[in-house]
């Protein structure tokens, strides 16, 4: 069976790659029976923070990342939390002092930072084991337990890097048990991979370096190696380096309140660093499931692509709407209108929704693009003097254009249809070209940058509202 692991650490911050690391490591338990456990890697009490383990079940809940094992749901190899499986990394960790693999060193901080600083000055590398100390105590809780390497080549299998080795000068007597009594990630993801039965070990490609350490670890302790699968590091938007936070690339919570649908981001960061050799690009979560593989994991970093995201997202909406209808992409809408919308019922929300889905990127985009419908612009005839199609036409003429326009469309069945018709019999009419016409109409109904074709605006803004606004419109062109 295969069983594969999330396991972060809770410090309040959800990474765009820590969500990658959540879903690769998914996709390989589900394309089988597999397991995919969560664990929560909390030793490090200096980066502890309030609450982000709640974000990290919140986050992994909102992409449907369900796991098999971990916290609220519980399991049969838990605890899940690091912090409370103290007796099993002692009981692992006596098995090393009894077979003479690790001791525990009494060395003070001072005495460390000497022998660093004589290895600087001397320009060889820091190897802990050149100092390992002669006489050691029995270890306690209090004293850090240190690894007795046992340096040799190595070589090793990664299933996205490739056949690996490392010699001897990589390999150290690392620190199993810190003096605050709590285990390095070092000692403890192996003791709790081991014990979580996980066969595919799916993480970041910064703990490449340290594979050698482990190899020793899992040889110590006889246990067969895991796969190894080392995830590239996610680009900035130039490339080069590492996608840091001053590349303005938001955390997932962020995008969520921005409006990304999960289904977007699932499928975005899935397809970074990962393709299945076709032009596909939209993946729903069963698609990636059936179609991801290990060995189509891309071994360079993959660059980070913000405007792709969105764009992924635009496609998301459209896909909901056009698959499930306005009820399925309305439910999603909820906390995304403008104020104003608040004192609408569902049903125009929704009416103005299905005129509007499609050129929305964001779910926040309807806050900016839908005020209008909800109250009444501010008017602003700049818009229509400064209009590239407008500003050669003189005011008088605008003024009676509109005029005609909103005679003709008062008379008008109020339907999409007939609207439609109407303004088609006023081009003809006024002999304007649509450019011109549809845009004087449509500013002066929304002062928008942007509204959804003119006679689905129309129908939705009702009768009274749209002509009312038009004749505003015309006394401020004449007041002007
Ligand atoms: N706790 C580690 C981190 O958040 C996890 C590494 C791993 O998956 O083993 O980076």
Redesign the pocket.
Same mark, same amino acid.
């Given at each position: 069976m295969i069983v594969t692991?999330?396991?972060?650490?809770p410090t309040g911050y959800i990474h765009i790659g820590?969500v990658r690391?959540a879903i690769y490591p998914y996709l390989i338990a589900r394309q089988t029976q597999g397991n995919y456990i969560l664990r929560i890697?909390d030793t490090d009490q200096a980066r502890f923070v309030e609450g982000a383990t709640e974000l990290i079940e919140d986050t992994l809940e909102w992409l449907g990342l369900e796991w098999n094992e971990g916290p609220i749901v519980g399991g049969p190899t838990g605890p899940y939390f690091q912090s409370e499986r103290k007796a099993i990394y002692y009981a692992w960790a006596q098995k090393l002092i009894d077979m003479g693999r690790a001791y525990a060193d009494p060395t003070d901080a001072k005495t460390i930072q000497s022998y660093r600083d004589e290895c600087t000055e001397k320009k060889i590398p820091y190897l802990y084991r050149n100092y390992r100390p002669t006489e050691t105590p029995e270890w306690h809780e209090g004293i850090p337990l240190r690894f007795k390497s046992d340096p040799k080549p190595r070589k090793w299998r990664d299933e996205v890097m490739g056949d690996m080795e490392a010699g001897p000068e990589v390999q150290d007597d690392i620190i199993l048990i810190k003096a605050d009594g709590l285990p390095t %990630?070092n000692f403890a993801?192996i003791v709790d991979d081991a014990e979580m039965h996980v066969t595919h070990?799916c993480?970041?490609v910064e %703990?490449l370096s340290s594979t050698p350490n482990y190899l020793a670890l899992y040889e110590a302790f006889g246990l067969k190696v895991p796969k190894l699968i080392s995830l590239p590091h996610i680009l900035g938007p130039t490339g080069g380096k590492k996608l840091g936070k001053r590349d303005g690339a938001k955390s997932v919570t962020e995008y969520r309140t921005d409006g990304v649908l999960p289904e977007a981001m699932l499928n975005y960061l899935a397809c970074l660093g990962w393709n299945d050799g076709t032009e596909q690009e939209i993946y729903t979560k069963d698609e990636l499931i059936q179609k991801f593989s290990i060995d189509r994991i891309q071994n360079s970093g993959a660059r980070y692509d913000e405007t792709k995201l969105l764009w992924m997202n635009g496609q998301w909406i459209r896909k909901i709407f056009d698959e499930q209808g306005v009820e399925a992409l309305f439910a999603r809408t909820e906390g995304f209108w403008p104020d104003s919308a608040n004192a609408y019922d569902d049903q125009y929300k929704k009416k103005v929704l299905s005129i509007i889905y499609d050129r929305l990127k964001t779910l926040s985009d309807l806050r900016v693009m839908t005020t209008y419908f909800f109250e009444d612009p501010i008017i602003n005839t700049d818009m229509i003097f400064s209009n590239k199609f407008l500003k050669k036409i003189s005011e008088e003429e605008l003024s009676e254009l509109l005029q005609i326009s909103a005679k003709k469309i008062e008379s008008c069945e109020w339907n999409p249809e007939s609207l439609q018709n109407t303004l088609n019999n006023l081009l003809e009419e006024t002999q304007r070209k649509p450019a011109e016409l549809f845009s004087l109409i449509r500013i002066g109904l929304s002062y928008a940058p942007f509204s959804p074709a003119l006679h689905l605006t129309l129908d939705t803004l009702g009768k009274n509202t749209s002509l009312s606004r038009l004749h505003q419109t015309i006394t401020a062109i004449e007041n002007h």
């Open positions: 692991r999330f396991a972060p650490s820590n690391s890697e %990630y993801h070990v993480r970041g %703990y």
